[in-house]
């Protein structure tokens, strides 16, 4: 046949059979017509088949795949003209494929295919034509010039093919979810595909993660049973197929599902994941979802706009999730208390208290207890306490206590779960402090599981694919619920009347009993769990008197009202101590085994606060407590102010205000500044001094020091460091002699700290000299002092930048005054400038470099006023710390988490 003979037609190349053969379509559009095309007058080496239970396994014919691929990378998806006869003698149509727009200009890809050596010419038992005549020539000349398969080197030129892999585990693990080059083979429906992995060759089937489109029925040998039609299925075939088929990809191997593989396509042109969704081809699946390491959010916004249109899979679709709006949408607010490891109740800036619970998560659950044929369960144990009775809900309750009680969070409410049988209406939303989805936090930790949802129900958290990743992971690693073994059991145990007598004594000689709050009744009346002694006991604040707050009927006592007061003591004890970290001293103990004593949460006494308040009157037995005189003043001064249970109180006489006044007076600051320089800044954010008035002292010193070096210059080598020496060190910078201390011996490695500036170095052994005995006793010249009344954050990037600016500060001369003397710690320090004029500190805090600490101190007052004015108009100008809002940091890992 001849290109004359035969009128050319248009259409697109969809698959590339071999080298010699292809499928092409008519247009883009609904699944079309489809013909195979074999290429005439050419032969191209055959590719590798897979054996199956009828065929056997073959190899590739050398050059097979180069073939292959030179024509897919040329036709593939492109339109083309053809033209095509089918001979009377033969089962398959043949003809020849142009490659261009225009037909008499368009490039004749047999030809192109003979030109690269790559196919043979048939030279017997066909006509010759002048198309065939011009194909001999051209593989006369590509045989010449040793192209293709005539190069001589076919060996190199065969694919070893892996047709299946062994441990598809470890073959993911060993990829570390980077994208592999791939080639898509086949589409067996829209969500599942075949496909070669470059350049090794294996070939696997890969459903797409976090997707799941109409399948095929299959018939009883496996294949698909073209009788059965499944709604959109073949849509989503042909949707797949136009875009992906015999196209280049990468593909992220992420789990495995029975023999296939479970990953992401990443195509250049979009994920075609997404773009099934966007078209209601396909819904989202949970499970495969959680294995994807990002772009899960997009998924998930993509099915909810096919929802909203209704489109094919949707078309009757009817969401069950109520629209919330506005403030009931998000708002933040203060934990206040922690409940059975899902739920919190949260303060509003308004002063109302919302009970929320933790989006799509369910806490720890007791194992064994099964409903019976009626759906009831069994009653539980007598005593049986849920908090401490399942394994890990006090583990739960206590990782969101510890990060939350008392923080500020941000609340997004994700759905409102109605009110049902005894049930009340609860608000379920994602919980957030600092960025960190708490929810997924307590999940990573293995402490919460997920909820599993109907594919149709709207109403989960809108971060539930993170909350499923999450964990997946804690699975993995068999963290909390999931571990297999050592499952921790909690004995806890009451304290009654019996037993308080014999841990008074104990209690009484450690002073100070850490404790936990767990409940608050009154003011003055609460339960504390003591982790040391795993129990838990009543205390009583000793030395007040507090109004009761009113009592619920029980089955011994009627109800009760609250006296005047009283709930409003009870919020306060409650706002200050509810599931707080308290101290206590127990000072005695009543006949009903409750104990009696001070109670002090981050070093407020809340003894005192309540008398200074007004809500509490001092009790005669507050002669033996050792805050005592703190008590007589605190209520003093409530009488004073005619605070809340004083407001009627006629004032004390003109000595007993004097002497009010002269107690008051004794507790002032008075600051007494010392001219000093600052020597260095460490990385922790203290400061190394000298005093000004020893200036002259250590230029003295070191000047005959170094003369004598110069004098009588040490012997490299001679001296034998040994840690906590004093000896003499040359300085990298200046390569001058000074006095240090060897804190670190690493082989010839030191680790020196120069005594008199407080910096640190790292020398060669040779650096280092013995220290005359006339300067070994005199006492180090600088001195180490903390920031007083701030903290650092904990972020590094902020940290950095705070100690960047403090050396930048403190260059020249200081004022310096000690405020207080912590425990274990530098005295801390306020920094002023020569003039008096500015207060360094207050500058950092003011420019959001710090964190101003809440002390407690009278004497510190008026300047923590100052430092949380600076710190209120950082906050206000989101300047560094503040910067993306109003949080603290944390220490634990999960809640700054990368």
Not at 342 to 359: C, E, H, N, R, Y
Not at 560 to 570: K, M, Q, V
Not at 850 to 870: G, N, P, Q, W
């Amino acid at each position: 046949m001849t290109t004359q003979q035969i009128q050319p037609k248009r259409g697109i190349v969809k698959q590339v059979l071999s080298g010699d053969s292809v499928i092409i379509r008519g247009s883009v559009g609904a699944p079309p017509p489809e013909k195979t095309i074999a290429f005439s007058s050419i032969t191209a080496p055959k590719l590798a088949r897979r054996g199956t239970d009828s065929v056997d396994e073959t190899r590739d014919e050398p050059w097979a795949w180069e073939a292959r691929e030179f024509i897919r990378k040329k036709l593939v998806g492109e339109e083309v003209w053809f033209t095509s006869e089918k001979p009377a003698n033969s089962t398959r149509e043949y003809g020849t494929v142009y490659l261009g727009k225009d037909f008499s200009s368009a490039e004749n890809v047999t030809e192109s295919l003979v030109s690269e050596g790559l196919v043979t010419v048939r030279r017997e038992g066909i006509k010759t034509t002048p198309e065939v005549t011009r194909l001999i020539e051209l593989e006369d000349a590509a045989r010449a010039s040793g192209k293709g398969k005539w190069s001589g080197n076919s060996a190199e030129h065969v694919r070893d093919i892996k047709w299946s892999i062994e441990n598809m585990r470890t073959f993911i693990d060993r990829q570390s979810g980077k994208p592999i080059k791939a080639v898509i083979e086949h589409v067996r429906d829209g969500s599942t595909v075949r496909a070669f992995l470059l350049p090794d060759f294996y070939h696997i089937t890969l459903m797409i993660s976090g997707i799941r489109c109409p399948g095929f029925k299959l018939d009883d040998k496996g294949r698909p049973d073209p009788s059965i039609k499944v709604a959109f299925a073949e849509e989503a075939r042909y949707f797949v197929e136009v875009r992906l088929l015999q196209r280049d990809v990468e593909i992220i191997l992420e789990s495995v599902n029975n023999n296939n593989f479970v990953g992401t396509i990443v195509h250049p042109k979009g994920n075609i994941a997404e773009a099934l969704l966007k078209e209601g081809f396909a819904r989202c699946v949970d499970w495969s979802m959680a294995f994807m390491k990002s772009g899960a959010d997009k998924l998930r916004s993509a099915e909810r706009k096919a929802k909203e249109a209704r489109l094919r899979q949707w078309k009757d679709y009817q969401s069950t999730s109520p629209q919330i709006t506005g403030k009931e949408k998000e708002f933040s607010g203060t934990v206040v208390e922690i409940m059975n490891g899902d739920a919190m109740s949260i303060k509003l800036p308004t002063g109302q208290v919302k009970k929320v619970f933790l989006s799509s998560i369910r806490p720890p659950k007791e194992s064994g207890r099964a409903a019976d044929e009626e759906g009831k369960l069994p009653a539980r144990p007598k005593g049986f306490r849920p908090l401490y009775d399942i394994p890990f809900m006090l583990e739960a309750r206590e990782f969101l206590r510890k990060k939350l009680i008392g923080k500020k969070v941000n609340v997004v409410v994700d759905y409102i779960q109605e009110a049902r049988d005894t049930f009340p209406e609860k608000i379920c939303a994602t919980i957030t402090i600092g960025g960190v989805n708490v929810g997924e936090a307590l999940v990573s930790k293995g402490l919460a599981t997920v909820i599993r949802y109907r594919p149709d129900d709207d109403q989960r958290s809108s971060h539930y694919d993170d909350l499923l990743s999450a964990e997946n992971k804690a699975i993995k690693s068999q963290k909390g619920i999931h571990a297999k073994k050592d499952i921790p059991s909690q004995r806890i145990f009451d304290i009654d009347a019996a037993k308080a007598k014999q841990y008074f004594p104990s209690f009484q000689r450690a002073q100070r009993v850490d404790a936990i709050v767990e409940f608050v009744a009154s003011g003055s009346r609460m339960r504390l769990f003591i982790p040391k002694h795993h129990c838990l006991c009543t205390f009583l604040l000793g030395g007040i008197t507090c109004p009761r707050a009113a009592r619920s009927a029980t089955v011994t006592a009627p109800a009760s009202e609250a006296e005047p007061f009283g709930e409003d003591a009870l919020a306060f004890t409650k706002e200050h101590c509810m599931q707080h970290e308290v101290q206590i001293q127990v000072e005695s103990q009543d006949k009903a085994g409750n104990f009696i004593g001070g109670l002090w949460v981050d070093n407020l006494n809340i003894n005192v606060a309540l008398v200074e308040e007004g809500f509490a009157a001092v009790h005669p037995t507050a002669d033996k407590c050792e805050y005592n005189r703190q008590l007589k003043i605190a209520e003093d001064n409530a009488k004073q102010q005619k605070l809340r249970r004083w407001k009627d109180y006629v004032e004390v006489h003109e000595e007993e205000q004097q002497r009010i006044a002269e107690e008051q007076q004794n507790l002032e600051r008075k600051p007494a500044y010392e001219e000093v320089v600052v020597t260095e800044v460490t990385a922790e954010g203290t400061i190394f001094v000298q005093s000004c008035q020893q200036g002259p002292k250590v230029e003295a010193l070191y000047m005959k020091f170094r003369q004598e070096f110069k004098s009588s210059p040490p012997l490299p080598g001679a001296y034998t460091p040994r840690r906590g020496d004093i000896c003499a060190a040359k300085f990298a910078l200046d390569n001058e002699w000074y006095r240090a201390k060897v804190e670190k011996i690493q082989g010839p490695i030191i680790t020196v700290f120069y005594i008199d500036y407080g910096n640190r170095e790292t020398l060669n052994v040779s650096s280092l000299a013995s220290l005359p005995a006339a300067y070994a006793n005199e006492k180090p010249f600088a001195t180490e002092y903390s920031l007083a009344c701030v903290t650092f954050p904990k972020d590094p990037e902020y940290r950095d930048l705070a100690i960047k600016c403090l050396r930048e500060d403190t260059i020249g001369t200081l004022l310096l005054n000690v405020e207080y003397r912590p425990q274990g710690s530098p005295p801390a320090v306020t920094l002023l400038s020569e003039g008096q004029d500015q207060d360094l500190i207050k500058t950092l805090v003011g420019e959001g470099l710090m964190f101003v600490e809440d002390r407690r101190e009278r004497r510190l007052k008026s300047l923590i006023s100052e430092y949380k004015a600076a710190e209120e108009e950082a906050r206000k100008n989101h300047r560094n710390i503040w910067e993306y809002g109003d949080f603290r940091d944390d220490d634990a890992k999960e809640f700054g988490l990368n």
